[in-house]
DNA sequence: AATGAATGAGGGTTCATTCAT
DNA sequence: GATGAATGAACCCTCATTCAT
């Protein structure tokens, strides 16, 4: 089957990207990987880039629509950015260099390839930034820019990359998206100083 | 002047780095931005290698210092982890690659550097778990796991760069460091919530 | 055809390393005088070095063995020590450059590969040697050290090399190698002298 | 003293050039090793193939120089052969690779260069075969043509060089040069065939 | 569809040479 | 006389890409 030889090539090739980025892998190592010739690379794929790009469009899509999906959900605010922080750690742990490559803007990435991923972000930044707003007007969230809360929230879930790498491991109580979820609510500070802030 | 030479390599080659990373930045650019033969950048550093190191280190040594340093400060913790806060934003706004490589462990960096950096990065790990320890302890910050909070700190801190990117713009009230200080103390929680929790 | 491109580089490459060493020789000009890319050198070989050293291996083999089954003849030690003559001074003349690789030990020689060489160089010797212990044996021989003898006889036979370049040409009546065996055998002295000796 | 820096550099050069040869030698090894800056080796020499050639030179000269003064003694034609080989086994023993570089005509030589070269060579080779030429006059050599004789006893002195790599030690009787000397006389076949040939 | 030999632009690096000091 | 920072041509080698099979 066709696409057999093609999947093969990508599942290898994320791999290999995965473990020693764009330009540390060559087509020669992909190649004898996934077990195929290296002109075989060249009639899946127009290029390097291409190979490159299509793997993070494949990953990225699946990631990107399951959290944009969650606008057309009728959940509450909170369960829905407990959802994302969900996704996202989960995009992480699942595809870490792909989380990686989304979240950098390399420069080797092309115009297209940047707009189509730019797009995709905004989107996803609207579905928080919505959601944000909502939940400041029901009053469980605290009053502010909601566009500035959705930047940040986002940028704290982008850090379960590192997160992971630091070693926080799961006790049995919470897992780290639930950890991450109840920092990003409740923040460091301590209830004597809330109610203190009274 | 010796040094002017060097330096002004270093710079370029900062920039260089920056905007495309380590593979993707050739020692020809890096010499033609810089005004100099190729040879004169070999006559400085040993490889392309020691040339990226050297940066990291020039740089990176300031920031590690100057955060390990404010263990030895009187100041409340609150004040010490706001400290911490805007010498990583700086850090960022004025070092955004040099931050970046840091955190990220490419695979390229060698064992040698890899153990000075992380060794670095567990000493500054430390001067935030100790800060919120004592926190804990008189109230200020809330009951937990000061392990786990430093670490979910520094990453909040840590995403300072992708921040940047993302157009959050100072506006007159707060500056970037502030907002983030506030977002790590306080949450997003609504107060009404708060009070439930109680 | 494959073998066509790979003998066709080593040929050049041989008559290059020839005329000007190994290190005054660059694969580029070895490309160009092969009429290939650069690449394409590599595709074949690994490097430059084992370029150079499967030329020394292809063609010093052939030297080497129909030396060392010399041992396994009947031919009586004086014939045996005319035919490595012939076969020594052939080396020279078809393969000058590559017997002066194999008499001279360059530094830039890597051990392993010494090692096969020196293997080959002292069966050589044995061969020699054996021959002259046999020949002394017999009486055919002058009395004195088999190996020293054998040593000295094998460097005299390499000087073939230099030999050539001093244009001794050919006469009718007797061949270079046939010269060469002459004098091993005889040396120079007069017939007067040698009658005083007695 | 100028001059000491110069011999400085000299001595220190042709103990690299020996070890390593002309191509794998570097100026600024040489410049560590006379313990002086780069360009005072430049200041001395016009460039490095005329450091080298400077002492090819000065080594070279003393050696054809010596060898040549022999056609002006009273001596025999044995004892002259005698002390050329003494004198040339000298040679390589203590300039093992000036020696190596005159015999071979390395193409990186400059024109100029080799013919001052070639002309002590053939002086040498004149002293020799006149040499021969009484010697057969007078029985002491065999018959024979003197040029070719001649160009034999340089090639087979000139494998002192080789000789020396194989360790053929010098025993209490006699030392390397009686023993090439003796070979180079007598030739290796027994009395029993001698008298044979009579 | 698939292959792999061939290509050449470009990479990192070395080093003979120059020149201001 | 002496220095060493600076230079750039040239080196070895890699690798994305092509194309005949």
Redesign the pocket.
């Given at each position: 089957m066709?696409e057999?030889?093609?999947m093969n090539i990508m599942t290898k090739a994320t791999k290999l990207f995965a473990q020693k980025g764009f330009?540390?892998?060559?087509?020669?190592?992909i190649?004898k990987k996934a077990?195929?010739?290296?002109?075989?690379?060249?009639?899946?794929f127009?290029?390097?880039?291409?190979l490159f790009f299509s793997i993070i469009k494949q990953k990225g899509k699946a990631f990107f629509d399951s959290v944009i999906k969650l606008k057309d959900s009728n959940k509450e605010p909170q369960e829905i950015i407990h959802e994302y922080i969900i996704k996202r750690v989960e995009f992480s742990d699942n595809n870490y260099d792909v989380a990686k490559m989304l979240i950098n803007n390399n420069e080797m990435i092309n115009r297209d390839f940047k707009e189509v991923i730019e797009k995709k972000h905004l989107e996803v930044l609207k579905v928080i930034e919505n959601t944000i707003q909502k939940g400041i007007k029901t009053g469980v969230f605290r009053e502010g820019n909601p566009h500035e809360y959705a930047l940040m929230i986002i940028n704290t879930a982008n850090s379960a990359n590192i997160f992971k790498d630091h070693g926080l491991k799961d006790s049995t109580e919470k897992s780290k998206a639930e950890k991450i979820f109840e920092f990003i609510m409740n923040g460091l500070k301590g209830k004597e100083d809330r109610n203190a802030e009274k």
């Open positions: 066709k057999d030889t093609k330009s540390e892998t060559s087509i020669s190592q190649a077990n195929v010739g290296k002109g075989t690379i060249y009639w899946h127009d290029s390097k880039e291409d």
